[in-house]
């Protein structure tokens, strides 16, 4: 198990630094899961935890990040708190 996640964060680490170099690299697909929490409203102290899975198509991980961040955002725009969490390697 430690030895597959060292060679996913190789990997990653590879992608990401070819991307920000500007060298031409294969769109990955990504599983990112994003923790939400979101308020009730504003004189409510309730609070809705939830967790979204996307799969992310991108070229690094970076990017994977905020697109992930960004779809969660748009589907969620009463949130105030998201945690975003790459976990696998698919494509």
């Not at 990112?32 to 690094?60: H, P, Q």
Request: hydrophobic fraction near 40%; proline fraction near 1%; charged fraction near 30%.
């Amino acid at each position: 198990m430690a030895r597959t996640l060292f060679k996913f964060l190789i990997l990653a680490l590879m992608t990401t630094v070819r991307a920000e170099e500007g060298e031409r690299t294969m769109v990955h697909t990504y599983e990112v899961f994003v923790d939400i929490k979101e308020f009730g409203s504003l004189m409510s102290n309730t609070t809705r935890i939830m967790s979204e899975r996307y799969e992310i198509n991108a070229r690094s991980l970076l990017r994977a990040d905020d697109s992930a961040l960004e779809r969660a955002k748009n589907d969620h725009p009463q949130a105030t708190e998201f945690d975003v969490r790459i976990t696998r390697l698919l494509h």
